[in-house]
């Protein structure tokens, strides 16, 4: 992200537990990836003026070559399904690793923006000139993309706007992650046979292993070692994605058991 911009949008980093909890308000109780999706982008359209927002939200599915188009009119999500274009149902198969699972580009101009024509003439007419494109993904699997189209470049948020929007999209990474992996995990049938028991079981293991990267991270930070402490911060990520598709997976048999507990009084006694 560039340090050269000037705006009048000035969310701060000490805004960010502000932001968090707008966001879990949005998402919770049900907490599937797309409520997390459109609670990210409730949250952001709260925080930025933007003259235009379209997003993107595919599938958990592995084969799925579809997605839904988001976007934004009087603060209500219009929702479209539609056929991913054929680079990005590839990039879905990609199986090489990545460092762009979470990607936040500024684009101070339109023509720099990875999108087709059509969607370009669109940001065009109204009134579009720059853009802030947001790419979620889980290990190259495009999740969520957003793009916020400002009017003029000197709106692209300057450095702590920066600082806070970068920090947001990581907190909601780790929860776009957990959400698809619990997602993905249903749809491919490892989530029958564990009891409830078994989830607490595999929730403290990910957690502890959580505890044991962040311990990492702060040696390193002690002994400015940035390498490692990059290292286990990244780890810390993705194990927190996976503690927390536990906990979902948690909840929605907890979830069932309750609601099967109710339709038959007998389980009861």
Not at 177 to 198: C, F, H, K, Q, T
Request: with cysteine.
């Amino acid at each position: 992200m560039s340090d050269e911009t000037n705006t009048e949008l000035k969310p701060e980093p000490r805004q960010l537990a502000q932001a968090v909890n707008s966001f879990l308000k949005r998402a919770l109780p049900s907490f599937t990836v797309e409520k997390c999706a459109e609670a990210v982008i409730l949250t952001l359209t709260s925080f930025f003026d933007v003259e235009h927002l379209v997003a993107f939200l595919w599938e958990s599915a592995r084969q799925s070559t579809r997605r839904t188009r988001l976007t934004l009119k009087d603060n209500l999500l219009l929702r479209e399904w539609e056929t991913a274009p054929p680079a990005e149902i590839v990039q879905r198969e990609a199986t090489a690793d990545s460092q762009d699972d979470l990607k936040l580009v500024l684009h101070r101009a339109l023509k720099s923006l990875p999108i087709d024509s059509a969607l370009r003439e669109s940001l065009e007419q109204q009134g579009c000139r720059a853009a802030i494109e947001i790419h979620f993904a889980y290990y190259t699997r495009p999740i969520l993309k957003i793009v916020l189209g400002l009017s003029n470049p000197r709106l692209l948020p300057a450095n702590e706007a920066q600082d806070f929007l970068l920090t947001f999209c990581r907190c909601c990474h780790v929860s776009l992650n957990g959400a698809y992996l619990a997602e993905l995990d249903e749809r491919e049938g490892r989530r029958e046979s564990p009891e409830v028991r078994d989830r607490f079981y595999l929730v403290l293991q990910w957690f502890h292993s959580l505890v044991r990267h962040l311990n990492t991270a702060v040696s390193g930070v002690q002994s400015a070692q940035i390498a490692q402490t990059e290292d286990a911060l990244d780890r810390a990520s993705i194990v927190a994605g996976i503690c927390l598709a536990e906990i979902v997976a948690l909840m929605s048999k907890v979830q069932d058991s309750s609601d099967l507990a109710m339709a038959d009084p007998e389980r009861q006694t």
